[in-house]
């Protein structure tokens, strides 16, 4: 079984009710172990509206977080630093570090966040 790192699009989208989002979170579930980042995790509690703390932190505790370890945060600063070319954010970075620590496929909606060539990026429409 694969393990897959959902980036925080995904989650946001599946928390919304986007369908497509929930098709993809359950076939992912029937074929790798799922994970999400501290980051998301942050990401995501920073974008809560009113009203949605209880049942984001519910769904969020039924996801295995995946900590910034100092692996993953000598391997994010890499890739921000070997970033010619691209305009990419910290948070990105971290994310995409976090997949390639822990040997997972990044899935996300936006693949041009991740240009990093060392990681297997999947990238899924879910809006």
């Not at 703390?53 to 910034?68: K, P, S, W």
């Not at 890499?78 to 899935?107: I, M, P, Q, W």
């Not at 060539?117 to 990238?123: A, E, G, R, S």
Request: with cysteine.
């Amino acid at each position: 079984m694969k393990n897959t790192l959902v980036d925080t699009d995904i989650l946001i989208n599946f928390l919304r009710g986007k369908r497509k989002a929930k098709e993809f979170l359950s076939m992912l579930l029937e074929e790798s172990s799922i994970f999400c980042s501290a980051i998301t995790v942050a990401e995501i509690a920073a974008g809560m509206r009113s009203g949605e703390e209880d049942r984001t932190m519910a769904f969020l505790g039924q996801i295995e977080v995946l900590d910034v370890t100092r692996d993953v945060a000598e391997k994010a600063g890499h890739y921000k630093r070997s970033a010619r070319g691209h305009n990419l954010e910290l948070d990105d970075c971290l994310v995409a570090a976090t997949a390639f620590v822990h040997k997972a496929v990044l899935s996300t909606g936006n693949g041009k966040h991740y240009p990093m060539k060392d990681i297997k990026v999947m990238v899924e429409r879910t809006e």
